[in-house]
């Protein structure tokens, strides 16, 4: 079955990006969210990024056009039943996704493949919501999903093989690389990203560094576009904290073990960039500067 419609649900950060590929793409792609305003939101900023891209000559106004009209946003979930593939991207929080999977796998056909963005919750119990775990995979993309390269496609014990290699084949037409995950707890990226993350924040407690130098180490030591810290306020630290209680639960591990700093942090509601302060004061978004601790 050629995927041809797309439906994603969640229109913020992560939902309006794979929104947006997936229109960019060629896809019909139609994204749901909980209420109009955030319809509206989610759709204002793929708008700006279009046009971003229209000053910046990479595309031209005629195709920001075409894109824009593959793109239709809605608050039904009834509006999703036509898609071949829907992708989630809400809140991550397994009872949410379960509720709005059983929901949709009671209005959908049974060929429509369903797909989770979850980062670090376990596919197969997302899937058992549904009657349909052989069309069920994780698709986790990554901030910004316009700009990231990659999509890591996860496979269940229970996902058909057909199904996967459609959805393997899916990643590559978004213009993205796939790679091939287990349904391990992380998956690749975060089995590796997070313990480095959490690392960087034991470093600083331990005053093996400053903010500045820990960050510009593995900028100009190792060629990371951004140090771990800058990084961390990047992703969120509530989500990171998530992430690494999830990984700690399964795992049991120390190195997934969220650092002290981290918790205090996201007690405060320093939660990072958008929340104005995390391991930086963003008050001028353009020159964050580092904290005291
Ligand atoms: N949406 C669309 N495009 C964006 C963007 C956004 N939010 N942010 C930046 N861009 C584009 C810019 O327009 C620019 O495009 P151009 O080269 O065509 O002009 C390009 O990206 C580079 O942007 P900038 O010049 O403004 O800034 P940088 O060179 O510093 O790049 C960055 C910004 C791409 C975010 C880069 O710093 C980076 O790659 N950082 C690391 C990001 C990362 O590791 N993400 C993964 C996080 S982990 C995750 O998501 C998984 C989860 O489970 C935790």
Request: net charge positive; with cysteine.
């Amino acid at each position: 079955m050629a995927i041809q419609k797309v439906g994603v649900v969640g229109c913020g950060l992560m939902g309006s990006g794979i929104a947006q590929v997936a229109a960019a793409s060629g896809f019909q792609t139609v994204v749901r969210e909980v209420n109009a305003a955030l319809v509206e939101k989610g759709l204002t900023g793929i708008e700006k990024n279009l046009n971003r891209l229209v000053e910046k000559g990479t595309i031209n106004e005629a195709v920001k056009v075409e894109i824009r009209g593959r793109l239709k946003g809605t608050t039904s979930i009834e509006d999703l039943k036509s898609c071949d593939l829907i992708i989630e991207a809400i809140i991550e929080q397994l009872p949410a996704k379960r509720e709005l999977f059983a929901a949709l796998d009671a209005i959908c056909p049974p060929a429509t493949i369903f797909a989770s963005n979850t980062s670090s919750l376990t596919i197969t119990e997302i899937a058992t919501a549904t009657k349909r775990s052989q069309r069920f995979v994780g698709l986790h993309f990554f901030n910004p999903v316009p700009v990231m390269k990659l999509v890591e496609v996860v496979r269940t014990i229970a996902t058909d093989e057909v199904v996967y290699e459609e959805m393997v084949a899916f990643g590559t037409k978004l213009g993205k690389t796939p790679v091939r995950a287990k349904d391990s707890t992380g998956f690749i990226v975060n089995r590796l990203l997070v313990p480095y993350l959490l690392d960087a924040i034991r470093a600083l407690e331990e005053g093996v560094g400053s903010i500045e130098d820990i960050d510009n180490s593995m900028k100009l030591g190792c060629g990371h576009p951004m140090g771990p810290l800058t990084l961390l306020d990047f992703v969120g630290l509530d989500t990171t904290y998530y992430i690494s209680q999830i990984m700690f639960d399964e795992f049991k591990e120390r190195r997934f073990a969220a650092p002290p700093l981290l918790k205090r942090m996201v007690l405060a509601g320093w939660n990072g960039r958008k929340s104005g302060r995390g391991f930086y004061d963003y008050t001028d978004p353009q020159k964050p500067k580092a904290m005291k601790f």
